[in-house]
């Protein structure tokens, strides 16, 4: 009879099934994916360095059980010259390298700056300076722009430097810097002048197309001479200096009795007076006007030298 009830009850459903489902339910016990999560966070924190609203992001996107990959990868980059604090920088800026195959993709784009004459400290530079080079691929990304670049640039020590000082220029080649040269060439840039514009400002070359396009010709606006220096100079500050502080910069002239015309030609003898920061610009109007004594009505003739 009581085994007949059991059968009964066990076969229909429950009167309260919202109880049954909690007292039964799995999903209120402790889980190997919590557990995980939970050492993820406590090795992106205490380990790496991040901070913790990014360490729970990151944790969305990585899993690894262990420290083993994450250490695989630390001492990679360690038994390549870079210090335990640089390493820990570099993935806490890319961290996707944290459960990477270090031997396998991180190896041949290390082998590759060695074949072409880096050493093991341009190499470290390299990889803190921008370590999302790292990420990119060796085949369609890095030798094809370090090929461009060498067809260029033939000064070997020169093209080191200006990977090492930026090296994402080793990306982007058909979307940035092959039509971003192109515009400097259609402008009538010589390949000098170029070729000095790629190594002082590699990161402005590249600039979004549209914007680097919008500076060529705000340059050509002013009858620059594309044959002279200053013309590639004033490309590159007009895509890093905002229009917003620009004219911040500009009311900053104005205050010491500058015009805007004033301002004009100062900046076409010396574009980096508008890049400088606002601090350094009233320091040294300041020192010409109160301790050089020098007259607002003179200055305009100095602008050259300002700041």
């Not at 909690?22 to 050492?39: A, E, G, M, Q, V």
């Not at 341009?122 to 990119?136: A, E, N």
């Not at 060796?138 to 000064?155: A, G, T, V």
């Not at 060439?185 to 400002?201: C, H, N, T, W």
Request: net charge positive; charged share 20%.
């Amino acid at each position: 009879m009581l085994n007949s009830i059991i059968r009964t009850v066990s076969s229909t459903t429950p009167p309260w099934p919202w109880l049954s489902s909690r007292l039964f339910s799995t999903s209120s016990l402790p889980s190997s994916t919590s557990t995980d999560k939970s050492f993820m966070l406590s090795y992106l924190i205490g380990t790496c360095g991040f901070p913790p609203k990014t360490a729970a992001s990151v944790s969305n996107r990585l899993t690894f059980e262990t420290s083993e990959k994450p250490d695989a990868v630390v001492a990679f980059f360690k038994s390549h010259g870079l210090s335990e604090a640089a390493a820990f920088k570099v993935l806490r800026f890319t961290p996707r390298l944290l459960v990477t195959n270090p031997e396998r993709t991180l190896q041949p784009k290390i082998d590759f700056f060695k074949s072409k004459g880096f050493s093991t400290s341009d190499i470290s530079k390299i990889i803190v300076g921008w370590p999302p080079i790292l990420t990119r691929s060796l085949q369609n990304e890095i030798i094809p722009c370090f090929d461009f670049l060498e067809s260029m640039i033939l000064s070997k020590e020169m093209l080191l430097r200006t990977v090492i000082r930026y090296a994402g220029v080793l990306c982007d080649l058909e979307s940035c810097i092959i039509p971003n040269v192109k515009l400097l060439r259609d402008a009538g840039v010589p390949e000098s002048l170029i070729v000095k514009f790629i190594q002082y400002f590699p990161l402005s070359l590249k600039a979004p197309l549209k914007k680097f396009k919008e500076a060529v010709q705000e340059a050509k606006e002013m009858q620059l001479d594309p044959l002279r220096l200053q013309f590639v100079i004033v490309v590159h500050v007009m895509l890093n200096v905002s229009k917003t502080t620009w004219a911040r910069r500009e009311g900053i002239f104005r205050r010491w009795g500058w015009t805007d015309d004033d301002i004009s030609a100062a900046f076409r003898v010396h574009p980096f007076c508008i890049s400088v920061s606002d601090n350094k610009i009233e320091a040294i109007m300041d020192f010409l006007v109160n301790t050089l004594a020098t007259s607002l009505l003179i200055l305009p003739g100095i602008r050259g030298y300002c700041p």
